[in-house]
C-alpha cells in the first residue's frame, strides 16, 4: 500500500482515476501530504467522510473545490446524476473534513478519503438524493472500502467527526441502503416511545456512562457527566446518522439503545 501512496503523490493526474466509478480527473490544486500522527509522512487512508456540498448548484460547488482561493477540496465529486469525478488523488491529503475528532484522531483529512455528494443541503431545503446519484456513491465507496479495507465502523458523515459545526450530508442520506450494500455500520433503531430520557441541563453517573459509550463509539466528547451543549450536539450527530427519524440531541432509549447496539456490532466487527 506503501507504493500505491508514493506513485499516487508523485504522478498525479496521468495514470487516470484511482477509482473505476470515476468518469475523470478534474483536478483541485487543495492538497498536501498525509501525516502519521507522529509527524512523519505516508498516512494511510483508513476512514471514508461523505459530505453534501451544500450549495444551490453543483457546478459552482464543483469550481469552489477546485478554487486555490477556497482552500478545500475532496478526492471525489458526485453530481445528481452520478457522473463523479476525482479531483484529488487518494495518496494525497484532500482538505474536507477541517476541525475534526473520531477515535483519538484529530488530523481527519490525513486519514481520510472524503467524498461531496452535490446536493443543495439544509439551507435548500434538503431535497432527497436522486436514486443515480444514491447508486454512484455507493458503487465508489464499495470500490474505496474494498481497496484500502476501510472498515465499515470507519465510514462516517462530516458531521459525525465535526459534531456542532457540520450537519452533512444529513439525515435524509440513506445510511441504511448503504450499509445493506456494504458500506458501513447499520442497527435498526427501536422505536420512539415515552420513558427515561437524558437532555442538556442534566449530570451525574448516567450522563458520564452515556458520554463514554459515545466516546468508544469514536465521537469526540468530554467524558465529565455533565449533559451541555456539546454532548447534545454529539447526540444530534449521532441521531442524523443513525437513528434519523428524530434529530432533537435528547438521549431517548430509542437513541440509547441504538448506541448499546452499534457498540456490540464494532466489538463484533472488530474481533471479526
Ligand atoms: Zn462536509
Given at each position: ?174 445510511w441504511?441502503h448503504f450499509a445493506?450494500?456494504?458500506v458501513g ?88
Amino acid at each position: 500500500m506503501d507504493e500505491i501512496v508514493s506513485s499516487a503523490a508523485a504522478n498525479p493526474a496521468s495514470a487516470g482515476p484511482d477509482s473505476r466509478f470515476a468518469a475523470k480527473i478534474f483536478p483541485s490544486p487543495n492538497h498536501g501530504e498525509r501525516k502519521n500522527p507522529d509527524g512523519t509522512p505516508g498516512r494511510r487512508p483508513d476512514m471514508l467522510i461523505l459530505h453534501y456540498t451544500g450549495m444551490p448548484v453543483a457546478g459552482e460547488a464543483l469550481q469552489w473545490l477546485c478554487n486555490p482561493v477556497s482552500q478545500v477540496s475532496s478526492h471525489y465529486f458526485v453530481f445528481e446524476n452520478g457522473h463523479t469525478l476525482q479531483l484529488v488523488p487518494e495518496g494525497r491529503r484532500a482538505w474536507h473534513a477541517g476541525a475534526s475528532h473520531w477515535a483519538g484522531e484529530t488530523d481527519i483529512n490525513s486519514c481520510s478519503i472524503g467524498i461531496e455528494i452535490a446536493n443543495p443541503g439544509h439551507p435548500g431545503g434538503l431535497p432527497d438524493f436522486p436514486d443515480a446519484q444514491i447508486a454512484a456513491t455507493l458503487n465508489l465507496c464499495r470500490d474505496i472500502c474494498e481497496r484500502w479495507s476501510i472498515p465499515p465502523e470507519r465510514v462516517l458523515a462530516h458531521s459525525d467527526v465535526a459534531p456542532g459545526r457540520k450537519i452533512d450530508p444529513g439525515e435524509k442520506f440513506p445510511w441504511r441502503h448503504f450499509a445493506e450494500g456494504g458500506v458501513g455500520l447499520w442497527t435498526e433503531a427501536p422505536p420512539i416511545r415515552g420513558g427515561r430520557f437524558f437532555a442538556r441541563g442534566e449530570s451525574g453517573q448516567p450522563v458520564e456512562a452515556l458520554q463514554a459509550m459515545f466516546a468508544m463509539l469514536g465521537y469526540g466528547v468530554a467524558v465529565d457527566g455533565v449533559f451541555d451543549e456539546k454532548l447534545e450536539a454529539v447526540v444530534a450527530a449521532f441521531q442524523r446518522h443513525w437513528r434519523p427519524e428524530k434529530v432533537d440531541g435528547v438521549a431517548d432509549s430509542s437513541t440509547i439503545t441504538t448506541l448499546r447496539d452499534l457498540l456490540a456490532a464494532t466489538q463484533g466487527a472488530r474481533m471479526a
